[in-house]
């Protein structure tokens, strides 16, 4: 596969793999990383300092294969055989740009803290409401939380649990085998956003917060890494340039977590 490095003016186009990662620079992130347990996109919650899972994979299923992975350091853009989209994450919202995707979308779920097991007693409640499509999740403790979902349509409840190996894990002797909920497929307007709270209130406030204002976040989410990022002048091999991108990003995601 073909991965692309977007900096400034500079690409660099490589082979690999679709390994992606960017953060929420608060001890979130969403990472593609289809043979690891870790993959999906994950949230910190500041007050107990736990790791939350919340979802597992977003993908079109109507795009053909993926045929290329361009990694923006503020977003990650996927392109097929018939289209493309992107993700970014901000907060507690993570951002969906679906304006080069049509078909169905699939949005597969495995909320949990991040080492907890498949364990029993997991479940989810859909319901739609005006222009919000809410998921509540339930676990084993009874303990509550939701996604309010906006800039979707023709909604299909999938309801299908399945096992889910990841090989990385397995090589390292680590827990490999997780069930993972495929919830719903849907098609996108245009723009979508996924927002997580510990109330509907919660959720829903931050889902139109992010909806309205999705190209002011991305915008700003652009320039804060621009501006950010040194540009490595004195280095002109592109791929020694681009490392030291990708060290200066790491190291920055880190400070941001020091301020939580």
């Avoid at 929420?24 to 899972?53: E, R, T």
Wanted: hydrophobic share 35%; charged share 20%.
């Amino acid at each position: 596969m073909e991965r692309k490095y977007n900096i400034s003016n500079t690409l660099l186009t490589c082979q690999g793999n679709s390994n992606s990662l960017i953060t929420n620079n608060y001890g979130g992130y969403f990472a593609i990383l289809p043979n690891s347990k870790y993959s999906g996109w994950y949230l910190l919650d500041a007050k107990q300092w736990k790791m939350k899972k919340i979802i597992d994979s977003i993908n079109p299923i109507e795009l053909g294969n993926q045929i290329s992975t361009s990694n923006q350091f503020f977003s990650i853009r996927r392109q097929y055989e018939k289209g493309e989209d992107s993700i970014f994450t901000y907060n507690n919202t993570l951002f969906y740009n679906a304006q080069k995707t049509k078909g169905k979308i699939k949005l597969t779920l495995d909320n949990r803290e991040i080492y907890e097991g498949s364990e029993l007693g997991r479940t989810y409640a859909f319901k739609q409401e005006e222009n919000y499509f809410v998921i509540e999740f339930r676990n084993a403790q009874n303990e509550q939380s939701f996604i309010a979902i906006k800039g979707i349509e023709n909604v299909n409840i999938l309801n299908s649990w399945r096992e889910q190996q990841y090989q990385d894990d397995k090589k390292r002797h680590s827990n490999f085998i997780y069930w993972v909920y495929d919830s719903i497929d849907f098609t996108a307007k245009s723009n979508v956003v996924f927002s997580f709270g510990e109330t509907l209130a919660i959720a829903k406030t931050r889902a139109d917060i992010a909806f309205f204002h999705f190209n002011e976040i991305l915008n700003f989410k652009h320039t804060s890494f621009l501006n950010s990022t040194p540009e490595f002048n004195k280095i002109t091999y592109s791929k020694l340039k681009t490392a030291g991108t990708c060290a200066f990003s790491s190291l920055n995601s880190i400070l941001h977590l020091s301020q939580v």
